[in-house]
């Protein structure tokens, strides 16, 4: 028995009318040191963005049913009146159902579901406001610092992690800014996705639709009811 390669590099290019160009490097390796370890190394460069980030998951924390990760990010985006950007970090804790003895949920199984807690902390960054922003938009401009830990809710049943044809994919999270930092504010959301194979080619693989939406509201808290501009 030869074990396969489960490193990958990918690289990509494209021109669209809002950003003239992006470019895209991406390393992963899904068994590092062949301990089932994740490591994704990931930059995106364009005309208006910039983004790099390193992953890194541990499906099994100190030998636990308990999945680990931490990230560390750079980014920026220029919108029309402003720039965006953001330097960070975060670290997620993710535990399945059914190490806790929960297998159903009435009809519904929960074999596929796990509960989870992240943390993460990021200065955000507004500048390069232009004349015609509007006054609100010049008074954001400047640094802030956001540390939020979120409760989730996640489940899963894709039959691929990156390349799925058959399954679907919940995920359900509540985000609170305030544990620290300038930034205070509530964000709840829910996405899901769902996938659906339709034609199985023995030439090109399999021919799949995908349908999926995401729902989300924010409020800000104490005197600022909006949320930041960031």
Do not use: C
């Amino acid at each position: 028995v030869k074990e396969a390669s489960t490193g990958q590099f990918s690289a990509g290019a494209g021109v669209a009318s809002g950003e003239s160009y992006l470019f895209n490097l991406r390393l992963q390796e899904i068994n590092l040191f062949g301990r089932g370890q994740r490591l994704v190394l990931n930059a995106d460069y364009g005309a208006i963005r910039r983004n790099y980030s390193i992953d890194f998951t541990e499906p099994y924390f100190l030998d636990t049913e308990i999945t680990a990760g931490v990230s560390v990010f750079n980014w920026e985006l220029m919108f029309d009146q402003f720039t965006r950007g953001g330097t960070g970090g975060s670290i997620r804790l993710l535990y399945p159902f059914s190490a806790l003895g929960w297998t159903h949920l009435g009809p519904y199984s929960l074999q596929d579901t796990r509960i989870g807690l992240d943390y993460r902390i990021e200065e955000a960054k507004i500048s390069d406001t232009t004349l015609q922003a509007s006054a609100l938009i010049r008074s954001e401009q400047g640094t802030s610092l956001t540390s939020a830990i979120t409760p989730r809710l996640f489940r899963d049943t894709r039959n691929h992690p990156f390349d799925p044809t058959d399954g679907s994919l919940q995920d359900l999270s509540v985000e609170f800014a305030g544990v620290g930092g300038q930034s205070k504010f509530l964000k709840a959301e829910a996405r899901a996705r769902w996938y659906y194979p339709f034609w199985k080619s023995p030439t090109f693989g399999t021919f799949t639709v995908s349908l999926g939406g995401t729902l989300g509201y924010g409020i800000g808290l104490g005197a600022q009811r909006e949320l930041p501009l960031f």
